[in-house]
Nanobody, 124 residues
Framework: QEQLVESGGGLVQAGGSLRLSCAAS????????MGWFRQAEGKEREFVAT????????HYANFAKGRFTISRDNAKNTVYLQMNSLKPEDTAVYYC?????????????????WGQGTQVTVSS
């Protein structure tokens, strides 16, 4: 059974950093684009970042550019999200997901497998 498991969330002060990890099991996602999404309480789930399963191309939401970095280690079947200069508005549950295809994509509907999420809380 394929599974994505996020870790690395927690409580951090504004300006701090966190590194989220997403470990895949049950199958390899090395040829799939991977993405991170987040959902704040009372808000819709939104796209954060994606990385290609073909050539490592990345794409970020505007709010993530310059602060967040997505990366992947296919040997470990793991995707990461390094988050720096965190702000209180980054508080949300962060989800990783595997896309249907290798190319980068932002709509959540293009993602076929999801983790359970990890809570990130940024205090002011």
């Amino acid at each position: 059974q394929e599974q994505l498991v996020e870790s690395g969330g927690g409580l951090v002060q504004a300006g701090g950093s966190l590194r989220l990890s997403c470990a895949a099991s049950g199958r390899t996602f090395s040829s799939n684009a991977m993405g991170w999404f987040r959902q704040a309480e009372g808000k819709e789930r939104e796209f954060v970042a994606t990385i290609s399963g073909r050539d490592g191309t990345t794409h970020y939401a505007n709010f993530a550019k310059g602060r967040f970095t997505i990366s992947r280690d296919n040997a470990k079947n793991t995707v990461y999200l390094q988050m720096n200069s965190l702000k209180p508005e980054d508080t949300a549950v962060y989800y990783c997901a595997a896309a249907r295809y290798a190319g980068i994509t932002t709509p959540a509907t293009e993602y076929i497998s999801w983790g359970q999420g990890t809570q990130v809380t940024v205090s002011s």
